[in-house]
């Protein structure tokens, strides 16, 4: 008997850590197929784009039940409601720094290339860009009043994150006040949690067929020429992506957490990969929590900072607003000056919250916000609609950089972060259970001892 145990304890991680591993060759693969249909045959490749389609709204399926199990587990384990609300408050602050910094960084590198100068418009990319502007943003008001769902269930059933978010957040200080009376609610809904990770890592087998039809029709609808044009601000907005990600992102990282953003985005890379190939940061939300939770940051922190940041700290979105709407200033022979520069862009920051759940958001709030603050320049949102998937890459992957940065950050600055896992993790010793995507070993997370002594008084 006790032979046995050690023959069969090796054997099941390595199978789980071959089949991962074989499961994003094949997403790879996946994507240099797909490019190669999108240009070999581009009408085929624009037919597959359902696939794509069909892939992330898997994944979406799963966000809102996610984000609810991990904001009760982690409020309902804390025993003051002072933290939580700490912990929200510093988040939001931090986002709203954060997108200041982004718009900065996108005026500053776009005033300096003028990428639009000397372009021409013709009624039809007037037109394209007028269709743009999406009736679904809504001013702040109704998007404040549109955070309260209509019922208990339709937050669930109506995929708007932030409506799932206030509902958690009720949910979970709820059971933080009934005490040691909430235990069996709170065990409840950590068994549904681990049903739903299950669910999801079975759902993740389908990434390679969604990555191959999503590229395909990426490249299959756009191709090479519609490019050419518009390489000099796809180039400028890749580049400033880059710059506030390891300049401004990478140095927060190591003077507040000490810990080097590559070491970091290598343990996020199969994420990172995710995001890529479907052009969506959000197929990669319920990962970032499954992962951050690994890392050793509290469920109280993943919980608020990672469903409000995907909504509140667009940080790639506010970067190509900015760039988007001086190249269309000067394409239309009208560059505008620093002073109304500013007043444009604050307004653009206000509207991408009231966008947060549009499909599409950055071209769609980009539409919207011109249109309501400065309309004639809406006529040149058509020049970009044709290089928006692409830049939509850049986009979400900052997005999702910065979400991930900011989760460590507020981790450090609220002290719920057990920083020896964070570095037994990122150094391998303590490998993510890609079949599960939760710990079996909940001991080593920072408020278990908590919820620990809490289960041990209801028990005895």
Not at 99 to 121: E, T, W
Not at 311 to 331: E, H, K, V
Not at 380 to 391: A, C, K, Q
Request: glycine residues 10%; aromatic residues 6%.
């Amino acid at each position: 008997m006790a032979a046995s145990t050690p023959d069969t304890a090796p054997a099941a991680p390595a199978e789980k850590r071959d089949r991962t591993h074989y499961l994003y060759i094949a997403v790879i693969v996946a994507v240099a197929l797909g490019i190669a249909v999108g240009l070999i045959w581009p009408d085929a490749g624009v037919e597959l784009k359902p696939l794509g389609t069909g892939f992330v709204n898997l994944i979406k399926m799963m966000i809102s039940p996610i984000i609810f199990c991990t904001i009760v587990l982690g409020i309902g384990s804390v025993r003051k409601a002072a933290k939580v609300g700490a912990v929200g408050g510093m988040a939001l602050g931090y986002f709203l720094v954060m997108s200041l910094v982004a718009l900065s960084i996108g005026l500053l590198v776009g005033n300096v290339l003028h990428p639009g100068d000397g372009l021409h418009l013709t009624d039809a990319v007037k037109a394209t860009g007028h269709d743009q502007v999406s009736a679904d943003a809504l001013p702040p008001v109704d998007f404040v009043l549109s955070i309260i769902p209509v019922t208990f269930v339709s937050a669930f059933t109506e995929g708007q994150v932030l409506q799932t978010l206030l509902v958690a957040l009720l949910a979970g200080f709820a059971l933080q006040a009934m005490g040691p009376a909430g235990q069996p609610v709170l065990r409840g809904v950590e068994h549904v949690q681990r049903l739903v990770f299950r669910i999801l890592a079975m759902v993740m087998w389908a990434a390679p067929v969604g990555a191959f039809g999503a590229i395909a029709a990426v490249v299959g609808s756009s191709g090479v020429e519609a490019l050419k044009s518009l390489a000099v601000l796809m180039l400028g907005f890749y580049v400033t992506c880059v710059l506030f990600v390891f300049l401004v992102l990478g140095v927060l990282l190591r003077v507040v957490a000490g810990l080097n953003i590559l070491t970091l985005f290598k343990y996020l890379a199969r994420e990172f990969l995710l995001i890529l190939s479907t052009s969506s940061s959000e197929s990669a939300l319920p990962r970032l929590i499954a992962k951050m939770e690994h890392l050793g940051v509290s469920k109280a922190v993943v919980g608020i900072t990672v469903p409000t940041g995907y909504s509140f700290n667009l940080d790639g979105t506010m970067i190509y607003m900015t760039m988007a709407s001086l190249y269309i200033a000067d394409a239309l022979g009208t560059p505008m000056s620093l002073g109304e520069q500013i007043p444009l862009l604050l307004f653009l920051l206000l509207a991408s919250k009231g966008a947060a759940g549009v499909s599409g958001a950055g071209l769609a709030t980009l539409a919207g916000g011109l249109q309501s603050h400065k309309p004639a320049l809406v006529d040149g949102v058509g020049l970009i609609v044709g290089i928006d998937r692409f830049m939509s890459e850049a986009r979400a992957l900052t997005n999702f950089a910065g979400n991930s940065v900011a989760t460590v950050l507020i981790g450090t600055w609220t002290k719920e972060i057990d920083r020896d896992r964070v570095r037994r993790v990122l150094a391998g010793e303590l490998p993510f259970d890609e079949t599960t995507l939760l710990d079996e070993d909940q001991a080593e997370r920072p408020e278990v001892p908590e919820q620990g002594s809490e289960k041990e008084l209801a028990r005895a």
